[in-house]
């Protein structure tokens, strides 16, 4: 299993080249938002697969972090260096705040409050008129970096981005099997006895939920950066659902499942939206079908699959 | 005689409008194995939450190591060295048995609060983990499936969690619920080693290991301590006969 990531990595860089034969403006542009919404995917399965904690909001983050850009490109501040700070900070500083309220409940609550806090989100970017409002505010240019553009170069771009999604998927794995992780994790296993342990589970939750909320907001610094506009829709609580289903329709709880749900949710709906219109028809009792057949998502179906043709090559000999 | 290390004064709990704990005076001394005995709904478990922290008192007070807790959260309280078992087996299922031991160790041992490094191979975790589950005998387990052990296993690792924390206080709601025969006996050989290490409360239903194991038995009854003794002096106690002991121990 440890090879797949990096056969997905290696798929990810490789593309670029076979571009060339044709289409590259939209491969690379399709690819590069794949990678964007696999960073955000990657925080959200460290909430949901790890810790059980379902958060419904999560396109608040990305959002939070594409207005910040937006924003501070408004008042010609383009600079990485302070850009990328900012929106961090934003996205992680409204994390932790409301994260302090939202973990004080459990199970359908903690969803409900999440939802409503990622709408609060939404509807405050739909009435910030100086910014566009419901309309969006486009970005001029890219960031700069010391006064230099490049990230003008589509490819550069591209690659920056793979290298911020490699970034934050070996964040996620050092974290998942760290101190931290591991009492985040038991608080998903049995909160009650890791109380009695002396863990104050909470802490360690909202140090999650915060840490969730910066991979969303890189994502929507890089997001701002690659559609050069930014709309109220990215925070759209239809963006949170896409978001949970990408991270199920992969596999929870396997860091790798994200990426793996975010491609296939993303290429499969490219695909299905080229056939017809109305494709969510076909998309919708298809991802029903992945979660009945394979609790474990696609990589699920796949590791029953594999273990199936293994037994059958013991089985055959004999 | 030196301080006891837990003591109760005038608790009262109500679950609305009964009355669960009534004006309840306890003690458990340094070293000794306190067992509190009585009927279905005398308050054991109620008791045991009480002085975990899982339930808040109505009024009172629970000193614990010289310390007022009353209004300490439960992992404060077991940072101050207050470990329990619970009547329901509390584990983590989908960790292995090491884990389960690791996280006590590592509740004590450090900042949790560290993002590199992989917890699992610590040594610094593990060793005392496992050396805590070979005194128990659960060596063997150690890379299974917390989720996948029998239930007289369960309660064991369940042992083996509290000894990992180096507690100054053990609490044990009804280690042998639901045990066979022969697990209880391995389970009673198990605490009878713990004894005089650390002290220990003990719930428990199985008279036989009460009167094994206990240096002091409380009998509770409607909330309220009816009497406190030597096991001798309880057996004899005509009152505790009445109210619970009865025909079983005739």
């Known amino acids: 299993m440890n090879r797949l990531p990096i056969a997905i990595f290696l798929g990810f860089a490789l593309l670029p080249l076979a571009a060339v034969f044709g289409a590259e403006k939209y491969l690379l542009d399709l690819f590069m938002r794949v990678m964007i919404f696999a960073i955000a995917a990657l925080g959200l399965d460290l909430l ?97 970096l010391f006064g230099l553009t490049p990230f ?28 931290f992780g591991r009492v985040f994790r038991g608080a998903r296993e049995n909160a009650t006895r890791m109380a009695t342990l002396g863990f104050d589970v909470y802490r360690y939750q909202l140090t999650a939920y915060a840490i969730s909320g910066a991979l969303g907001g890189l994502a929507g610094f890089l997001l701002a950066n690659a559609t050069d506009f930014v709309s109220p829709a990215y925070m759209s609580w239809q963006r949170s659902g896409e978001l949970i289903i990408m991270i199920i329709l992969g596999g929870l709880g396997t860091l790798h499942g994200a990426i793996v749900g975010t491609l296939a949710y993303s290429l499969l709906g490219e695909y299905l939206s080229g056939l017809t219109e109305n494709w969510k028809m076909i998309f919708g009792p298809l991802l029903v079908l992945v979660v009945l057949l394979a609790r474990g998502g696609l990589l699920g179906l796949a590791a029953l699959v594999t273990s199936g043709w293994r037994k059958q090559r013991t089985e055959r000999p004999t | 005689m030196t301080a006891p290390v837990l003591r109760l004064e005038g608790l009262n709990k109500n679950f609305g409008g009964l009355a669960v704990t009534r004006n309840l005076n306890f003690e458990v001394a340094a070293g000794e194995l306190h067992a509190v005995i009585g009927p279905n709904g005398a308050g054991k478990t109620t008791l045991i939450n009480l002085i975990s922290g899982l339930l808040p008192a109505d009024s009172g007070c629970v000193v614990f190591a010289g310390r007022d807790v009353t209004a300490l959260p439960v992992p404060e309280r077991a940072k101050l060295g207050m470990a329990r078992s619970f009547q329901i087996t509390s584990i983590l299922p989908g960790f292995s048995v090491l884990e389960n031991v690791a996280l006590a160790v590592q509740a004590r041992m450090g900042s949790s609060f560290r993002f590199v490094g992989e917890a699992a191979a610590e040594r610094a975790l593990n060793e005392p983990a496992m050396a805590a589950l070979d005194e128990i005998g659960l060596t063997t387990c150690a890379h299974r499936l917390a989720g996948h052990l029998s239930h007289g296993e369960k309660r064991a690792l369940e042992l083996t969690i509290a000894l990992a924390m180096q507690p100054k206080l053990l609490l044990l709601d009804e280690p042998m619920a639901g045990v066979g025969r022969d697990e209880t006996d391995q389970l009673i050989d198990v605490l009878s080693r713990l004894k005089g290490r650390f002290p220990i409360l003990l719930v428990e239903h199985d008279m036989t290991a009460v009167f094994a194991l206990a240096d002091r038995i409380s009998v509770l009854l409607y909330g309220q301590i009816l009497t406190s003794g030597t096991p001798d002096a309880v057996r004899a106690d005509p009152q505790v006969v009445a109210a619970y002991l009865g025909e079983e121990m005739e």
Do not use: W
């Open chain 1, 48 to 144: 949901v697969g790890f810790g059980a904690l379902v958060s419904f909001g999560h396109a608040a983050f990305i959002g939070i972090g594409a207005y910040a850009v937006a924003i501070l490109a408004s008042h010609g501040i383009n600079d990485v260096l302070i850009s990328l700070p900012v929106a961090l900070l934003a996205a992680t500083a409204f994390a932790y705040l409301t994260g302090s309220i939202c973990l004080r409940t459990r199970g359908v609550y903690f969803i409900m409050i999440t939802l409503a806090f990622g709408q609060m989100a939404y509807f405050l970017a739909s009435s910030l008129a100086p910014y566009g409002g419901d309309d969006g505010l486009t970005m001029h240019a890219r960031s700069t």
């Open chain 1, 152 to 179: 003008k170069n589509e490819r550069l771009f591209y690659y920056t981005v793979l290298a911020c999604l490699i970034g934050c998927y070996a964040l996620c794995r050092t974290l998942v099997v760290s101190r």
